[in-house]
C-alpha cells in the first residue's frame, strides 16, 4: 500500500478483548459506542464517498481485537469490506489483533476476504510490563505471531507504547529493538495517556502510578525513533490522534498533545545539535543550518532548543537558518567560518 493511502476508519471497541488492559477505555479513545456490524462498514464506505480525498483507499479496522470476535461477527464485517474491495471502492483492508489472537486458520480467513495489512498490539517486548498491565500476552507471543504474519503474506504494523506501568526509558528502548527483530512494516508509537474510566486512572489518582508525561514521552521517544528509521522501518503514528472526546477530558494526564509528533523531531535535532557542538568554545558565535523544512523543528517551540543549546554551551550567540540541502542534515558554522556536518 502507497503510504499517502486515505483511511476509512471503522472502530469495533472492545470487541473480542478478552483481557482489561489497565490503560484501555477503546470506547474513549475512538468515541466509538457501539459495537461496529457489517451495516456499520457500509455507513463508513458512503460517508468516505462524500469526501475528495488523494491516492488509493484503505478500510481499516481500529480497536478492540478483531481476530478474537466469534468467527461469525469476523465474517460479516470483512464481508461488507469484501464487497467494497471487489467492486474496486476501496484497495485495501487492514486490522488490528492481539498477538495472541492469531494462527493458521484466522490467517487463512483473512487472506480469503482479501485483508492485506495486520496491525498488532505489541505494546510492550517486555514481560512484567506487560503482566503489569494485565495484557494477558507474552514478548514470545509477539515473536511468534509476527513471524506468522510475514510469512503468510501480510504486511505487518507492530503497536508500541512507552510510560506503561513498570516501564522505564531503558525497557522502552529495548522493546524497540526487538520490534526492529521482527521486521514489521512499519510502527505505531503511542505514549501512555491517562484515560477517565480506565484502572491506570484509579491507581493514578491513588498514586499508585506516576504519570507518563508529554516531556517524558518526548525524550524517550527521540531515543527510539532514530533506531526505527535507522534499521528503514516507518514509524506511520506516534501519539493518540486527537479526538473530540479526549481533548474534552477524557484524557485526564499523561502525554496527550495534538502535536507530540513535531515535539519529537524538535527532540531529535536537539540531540543531533547537540553532539555536534560537543568541545565547541564558551562564548562562541553559532549558526545552525538545516533543510528549510525543519527550520522551525530545529528552532524548537517557544526557541527552547535555541534558548537551551545556548545555555548548555555558554554561548555567546546562536542561530538557525536554512542552508543544508537534506532533511536531518544539521551543519555547524563558527565564528571562524570552519562548518561541520
Known sequence: MSARASIIPV???????????????????????????????????????????????????????????????????????????????????????????????????????????????????????LRASNRGHTAGDVFRASAMVKEAGFRLILQMMTGLPGD?????VETARRIIKCRPDGVRIYPTVIVKDTELYERWLAGEYREHTVEDAVRICARIVPLFERAGIPVIRLGLNPTEELSGGAAVAGAYHPALGELVKSRILYNRAETLLEGIKPGSKVILEVHPSQLSQMTGQHRQNITELTERFSLAELKVRSGAEEKDEIRVIVADGNSTK
Open 11 to 129: 472502530f469495533v471497541p472492545h470487541l473480542g478483548c478478552p483481557h482489561a488492559c489497565v490503560f484501555c477505555n477503546q470506547r474513549r479513545i475512538s468515541g466509538a459506542e457501539k459495537p461496529a456490524t457489517a451495516e456499520t462498514v457500509r455507513e463508513a464506505l458512503r460517508r468516505a464517498e462524500t469526501i475528495p480525498h488523494e491516492g488509493a483507499l484503505e478500510l481499516a479496522f481500529y480497536g478492540g481485537s478483531f481476530t478474537a470476535i466469534p468467527a461469525a461477527q469476523q465474517m460479516a464485517l470483512l464481508s461488507a469490506a469484501k464487497e467494497a474491495l471487489d467492486a474496486g471502492q476501496i484497495q485495501s483492508i487492514r486490522l488490528s489483533t492481539r498477538p495472541d489472537a492469531i494462527d493458521e486458520t484466522v490467517l487463512h480467513r483473512l487472506h480469503d476476504y482479501g485483508v492485506e495489512t495486520i496491525e498488532l498490539g505489541a505494546q510492550s517486548m517486555d514481560d512484567e510490563v
Open 168 to 172: 522505564s526509558p531503558g525497557r522502552c
